[in-house]
């Protein structure tokens, strides 16, 4: 499955995958006419052992709050007082993905906020990558010097983020100076991991083997935090292979990460009160596992052997001789419960929902090595006479490579919500309705007159609504004013988007009118900001009931999930003409 001819604008293209533990880069030089060849950064400093190896450290060391060292350089901890910033994806997940309670997120360097380590991290893999294609491409200095300024960067996100995620991101590109201040919103685009990797998958799997229009795939994409679980629909093949979302993706952590994270709890609990249960011995361990230990394990029943210290290092009673600690099989199959219990029900949840049957998952992400992951999914979805594709190469760089075919490609042409998405109306009270009856004892008199309940959510989309790329849908609003009004109160039109993450249709935003505390499982998105100041000539003098006059405003609020972020426009009737304002997305920002 090629790239075909590239028919569009000279440009670099870069995509980037922010891993948890790993991070990589891809790129392509797009030019009319010539067939797009997709690369990976394959060098990295401090890396220089490992050939090829196209994923760098996702760390960056601090000291003082600047930071001294990056990736693989970022572990030698030489220096005295220094902080790594280790993990720090973690940070970023929003509160719908936190489903491990007990989850301790390692935490930043002190005095360094996360923004500025994502900036410090952007900056570094992204002069890192421009000095790779420089040197690695024919004529790439030239190249590179021609196209510098007009770059398109793709970003890779887990399932479970959003605009407040994207935009903190945006930020931090900005931050870095990889962007100017105000840039189109064009040269940085976002994409799924899930997605980014179903085009790797594709790329780099024998498609031809196993997919057919109506076939049915899901693509688990494993990595260090998160396992994003997505389940497409093939709809053509040729002359283009299209692919649509067959219901709401699944994001959960359950990453590999998480395993480590369970050895550590075992081996702290195994050792206490040996001489072994110091920090220095356990984190040798556990360094151990996590390279070797952890993935080669396939659940059989060999005990595993760490080694970790030197000749002396002994202690029958824990199980320790000359330096190494031996872990039975049950031991190290307990460090994967938990995660392989989570990704397990992740993809029944998913297959659940689904009203088509799962024909084959593709494996993607380097947890997804796992022979352990890999024969528990065999054994647990196999059986339901779903195939298990894995690829054998690559796998690692899937989301970072995947990113630029995305960016050439774009297989998906409509993507299932993973929220709800609305904003805030009020209601004409109704007595008969029984939802409003719950606030009977809330109701209100409105400008117009009129009795009403509120704020609900006006739902624009719901949860798992599978929406076309180019599918838009239009709402019509009014609002009301006392008094006529100025330019001002126009200019500054506001409205507030909230989402909510249960599956059932939410109602009421609000525990109570008046309240700021929102009701479970309603979060704020963003604000959609506009100048409705071109509505003035539209605007209505009316009489309420009581006689008074208030004005009002018709507007219509256009909503568009665009490729991978929510878009919104707004129109209105001019005396007879359609006009259109630009909307403003605002993120409500948690950060
Ligand atoms: N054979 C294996 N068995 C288990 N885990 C493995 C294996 N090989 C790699 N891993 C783990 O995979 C993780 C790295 O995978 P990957 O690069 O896909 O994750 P990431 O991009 O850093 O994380 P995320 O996508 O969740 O942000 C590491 O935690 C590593 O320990
Ligand atoms: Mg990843």
Redesign the pocket.
């Known amino acids: 499955m090629g790239l075909d001819n590239y028919t569009g604008d000279e440009k670099i293209v870069l995509g980037i ?7 990589a880069v891809s790129y392509a030089h797009l030019q009319a006419g010539s067939v797009p060849k997709v690369r990976t950064v394959t060098r990295w400093p401090g890396q220089e052992d490992v050939a090829g190896d196209s994923k760098c450290h996702t760390l960056v060391r601090y000291k003082s709050n600047k930071p001294i060292a990056f990736g693989a350089d970022a572990l030698d901890a030489a220096e005295d007082n220094t902080h790594l910033a280790k993990w720090f994806k973690l940070h970023l997940h929003p509160q719908s993905m936190r489903t491990n309670a007990n989850l301790e997120v390692p935490p930043l360097p002190p005095g360094v906020a996360l923004k500025q380590i994502y900036s410090d991290f952007i900056k570094y893999i992204f002069d890192h990558a421009c000095e790779f294609f420089q040197s690695s491409s024919h004529d790439g200095e030239t190249i590179f010097n021609r196209l510098k300024s007009t770059f398109t960067i793709v970003c ?1 996100t ?1 399932n479970g983020w959003d605009i407040v995620q994207q935009s903190f991101l945006r930020d931090a590109f900005v931050m870095a100076g990889v962007l100017p201040q105000g840039h189109d919103r064009d040269r940085l685009q976002f994409v799924t ?1 899930a997605e980014a990797s179903v085009h790797f998958a594709l790329e780099h799997s024998d498609g031809d083997r196993w997919l057919t229009v109506g076939t049915n795939f899901s693509v688990l ?1 494993a ?2 935090s ?1 396992v994003d679980t997505t389940m497409y629909r093939c709809t053509e093949l040729t002359p283009k292979l299209k692919l649509e979302e067959v219901t709401s993706s699944e994001c959960v952590q359950a990453g590999s990460v998480f395993v480590d994270r369970d050895a550590e709890r075992l081996l702290r609990l195994k050792l206490k009160g040996s001489k072994f249960e110091g920090d220095e011995y356990i984190n040798e361990m556990l360094e151990v596992f996590e390279k070797k230990t952890k993935r080669k394990f396939d659940g059989g029943p060999d005990p595993s052997v760490i080694a970790f210290g030197r000749a002396r290092d002994n202690d029958p009673t824990y199980n320790i001789s000359k330096g190494r600690i031996t872990l039975t099989s049950d031991e190290v199959k307990a460090t994967f419960q938990n995660s392989i219990f989570d990704i397990v029900l992740s993809c029944e949840n998913l297959i659940g929902r689904s009203s088509k049957f799962c024909d084959a998952m593709l494996l993607v ?2 947890y997804s090595e796992s022979p352990h992951l890999r024969a528990t999914l065999k054994e647990k979805l196999g059986s339901r006479g779903i195939q298990i594709v894995s690829i054998e190469d690559g796998v ?1 760089k ?3 490579e995947g990113t630029t075919i995305w960016y050439i490609k774009q297989l998906v042409r409509a993507r299932a919500v993973r929220a709800t998405f609305g904003t805030n109306v009020t209601r004409i009270f109704n007595s008969t309705d029984a939802l409003h009856q719950e606030r009977a004892a809330e109701k209100f008199l409105d400008i117009d007159g009129s009795t009403r309940v509120g704020p609900l959510l006006s739902t624009w989309v719901l949860k798992g609504q599978v929406i076309r790329a180019d599918q838009h849908t239009t709402f019509n609003y009014h609002r009301t004013f006392k008094k006529f009004p100025g330019k001002g109160d126009l200019a500054g039109f506001e409205m507030q988007v909230y989402a909510c993450d249960a599956d059932e249709k939410p109602t009421w935003l609000y525990r109570h009118s008046g309240s700021s505390a929102l009701m479970p499982g309603i979060r704020k998105v963003c604000r959609i900001t506009g100048d409705l100041s071109g509505l003035a000539a539209s605007l209505q003098e009316k009489k309420g009931g009581d006689g008074t006059t208030y004005w009002q405003i018709n507007y219509n609020v256009e909503i568009s999930f665009g490729t991978t972020a929510l878009c919104a426009e707004l129109h209105w009737d001019e005396k007879g003409v359609n006009k259109t304002g630009a909307l403003t997305l605002i993120p409500d920002s948690v950060f």
């Open positions: 995958d922010l891993g948890t533990t790993r991070s890779a887990p991991e994409d990595g260090g998160t992400g380097g690692k899937a989301a970072a």
